[in-house]
């Protein structure tokens, strides 16, 4: 056995006792005892964190550019963590699911958004809490920071927080590389050369690795795509924030607007699509997929798994870019975290489901697809409808669609790894992390240039590895969470005049206050 082999070996083990044993579990349960603490915030309080998020849009304070070095305004924020989330987990990773899982899958999705959008809420609302200024004047916030101050406040517990805060700092690191880089480089690389081939460059092979060629053309891209990454990434995160703020508006709309017209072009199977989906949820289905069927662990586990791939609520990855945010109130950018687990998931996730089952590129009956790719399943059924003779324009704009995202994926887990590696060199983080984002932007060839999926078989595993420390942050933290959320309703929805609850430091307390009371701002 290669040493490849036994460290696939070795990663399924890790990866089914963290995703199956544990973690899925783990994530359920926190998504429901948040929902129960804070009365089902999401349901409740719809109208109110509507209002706050994709209402507020138009608001100069939510959009506009803060003067700040230390801060991004809060529609910055919301789209930097979208670039990270919204990715290959909503194109590949929807179909992977409904392939292996059924469909399902898709309703389990939506069960660990639905419990995950309070998940998101709760960290968002930590991170802000938590955050303070690093070396640069920047605030830095995340996991790290609550598992250290928060859970490491409780008496006896000081050196247990600081263990979680170091282990979920050294998986997320680890993970930027995978998840966040040569995964999603990956995906694009495969999926624009094969979309858009040049004869001339991909008959140039450089070498065979597994079965598989690397071309002249896989190089050309992958070392395009380190030269955008690095001018992006090496610009800090005021520039990852501006490409993100253009890129992530106009894709989200153009992929769902692109999806709607093919379900609308179907709208006959749509009743049908439901019915396997609510249907496939709670049994067994030895015919699916062939001989070996599908269990119904696995529709649970594939659905929850796929479900925290794509919106990282969870994860406590996307609470790093969140805690960048101009804003001052804890819970108002918790909503945030609301709206992003809700847009990434429940629409686009939903959309690109819905895309799948109702044009027949697979059959509901069997599984049987008319593709064996997870990543081109999608592409064949946007090419049912977007296709004008041999021109495959659905084919073409599938490929485009996972070229951005993916590209603002690998934007946004960078500035992840960097908060991650801040925390982990201490005093010696201004020279340290810039060696992690010039290594970041060189690992991006590796990507562009890999045969084998081990390398996103072990971020998958990472992402577990960081989850589990996250979720016990959060659950510890569950008495503030409340705390902070009720201080809120009752100040901001409720109109009584009593003391913000804003931050575990007594200056930024005192600050934050005094700037509310003077100016009403939030």
């Not at 706050?52 to 924020?77: C, N, P, W, Y």
């Not at 694009?188 to 060629?213: C, H, K, Q, W």
Request: hydrophobic letters at 50%.
């Amino acid at each position: 056995m290669s040493f490849l082999d036994s460290l696939a070996q070795f990663n399924d083990a890790v990866n089914g006792f963290v995703w199956t044993t544990v973690g899925v579990w783990l994530l359920i349960a926190t998504g429901i005892l948040m929902s129960v603490l804070t009365k089902f915030f999401q349901v409740t309080h719809i109208r109110h964190w509507m209002s706050k998020t994709i209402g507020s849009l138009f608001d100069g304070k939510v959009r506009g550019h803060t003067d700040e070095h230390a801060s991004i305004s809060q529609f910055q924020a919301l789209c930097t963590a979208l670039a990270a989330t919204v990715g290959v987990g909503n194109i590949a990773g929807v179909s992977a699911a409904i392939l292996t899982g059924g469909p399902g899958a898709v309703f389990w999705m939506w069960v660990a958004a639905f419990f995950g959008m309070m998940t998101n809420y709760s960290e968002n609302i930590l991170g802000i809490y938590f955050r303070r200024k690093n070396h640069h004047g920047e605030w830095s916030g995340g996991a790290m920071y609550y598992l250290q101050d928060g859970l490491g406040g409780y008496p006896h517990m000081k050196g247990v927080g600081r263990a979680l805060a170091v282990i979920f700092a050294v998986c997320a690191a680890l993970a930027s590389f995978g998840i966040g880089n040569m995964g999603q480089i990956n995906k694009i690389v495969m999926n624009f050369t094969s979309a858009f081939d040049i004869r001339p460059l991909s008959e140039v092979v450089l070498y065979s690795s597994g079965g598989s060629d690397v071309t002249l053309y896989m190089l050309l891209v992958g070392i395009v795509l380190m030269i955008l990454v690095g001018v992006v990434v090496l610009g800090g995160l005021q520039r990852i924030a501006a490409v993100a703020e253009t890129i992530i508006p106009l894709m989200v709309v153009m992929y769902v607007v692109g999806s709607l017209i093919i379900i609308i072009a179907n709208a006959p199977h749509i009743g049908t699509a439901f019915s396997h989906i609510f249907g496939m949820a709670f049994s067994s289905h030895a015919a699916w997929g062939g001989a070996v069927g599908v269990t119904f662990k696995t529709v649970i586990t594939q659905g929850c798994k796929r479900g925290v791939f794509s919106n990282e609520a969870g994860l406590g990855s996307s609470v790093m870019v969140h805690s960048n945010s101009n804003v001052i109130e804890p819970v108002k950018q918790g909503l945030w975290g609301i709206f992003e687990v809700f847009m990434d998931t429940l629409v686009i996730c939903t959309m690109t489901a819905l895309v799948i089952l109702t044009s027949g590129v697979v059959d509901l009956e069997t599984g049987i697809a008319d593709t064996g790719s997870d990543a081109t399943l999608i592409a064949e059924a946007f090419n049912t409808i977007f296709k004008i003779g041999n021109f495959e324009f659905g084919r073409y704009f599938v490929a485009v669609a996972i070229l951005l995202f993916a590209f603002t994926t690998v934007l946004g887990w960078s500035h992840y790894g960097t908060k991650a590696v801040e925390y982990l060199a201490g005093d010696n983080a201004p020279v340290v992390t810039k060696v992690y984002k010039v290594i970041f932007v060189l690992m991006i060839l590796s990507g562009a240039l890999m045969t084998s999926s081990i390398a996103w078989d072990i971020s998958d595993t990472f992402n577990g590895m960081m989850m589990i420390p996250n979720l016990i942050g959060v659950i510890a933290m569950s008495p503030l969470v409340v705390k902070l959320t009720n201080n809120y309703v009752r100040r901001r929805l409720k109109g009584e005049k009593i003391e913000p609850v804003l931050s575990y430091d007594p200056k930024i307390q005192a600050a934050n206050a005094k700037r509310i009371e003077e100016t009403g701002e939030d």
